[in-house]
Nanobody, 117 residues
Framework: QVQLVESGGGLVQAGGSLRLSCTTSGRTFSRYVMAWFRQAPGKEREFLAAINWSGGSTEHADSVKGRFTISRDNAQNTVYLQMNSLKPEDTAVYYC??????????WGQGTQVTVSS
């Protein structure tokens, strides 16, 4: 069983930055592909970024490419999402997930990000 806990969300003005963290329990963190998703009110969950076990391969959605960057620290069992140039439309609950590319079996509880205009 893998437990994921997100942190780092909050209220930020448009143009600002936040770094989200997701810390996992267990000794198998490095085996998993880690990913970030978000869900805004009334919208479907949206894939944002994923990273392989070594950090050598990443994927970012077009909607955030160039603004958001995923990274991981296997020694700390943590995956990060650096978010720059935030826009009001980035307001959502952000979730991390663990699994394989395209199939994520474990999810965190989410952290709220609110971007004011």
């Amino acid at each position: 069983q893998v437990q994921l806990v997100e942190s780092g969300g909050g209220l930020v003005q448009a143009g600002g930055s936040l770094r989200l963290s997701c810390t996992t329990s267990g000794r198998t963190f490095s085996r998993y592909v880690m990913a970030w998703f978000r869900q805004a009110p009334g919208k479907e969950r949206e894939f944002l970024a994923a990273i392989n076990w070594s950090g050598g391969s990443t994927e970012h959605a077009d909607s955030v490419k160039g603004r958001f960057t995923i990274s991981r620290d296997n020694a700390q069992n943590t995956v990060y999402l650096q978010m720059n140039s935030l826009k009001p439309e980035d307001t959502a609950v952000y979730y991390c997930a663990a699994g394989k590319f395209g199939q994520y079996d474990y999810w965190g509880q989410g952290t709220q990000v609110t971007v004011s205009s």
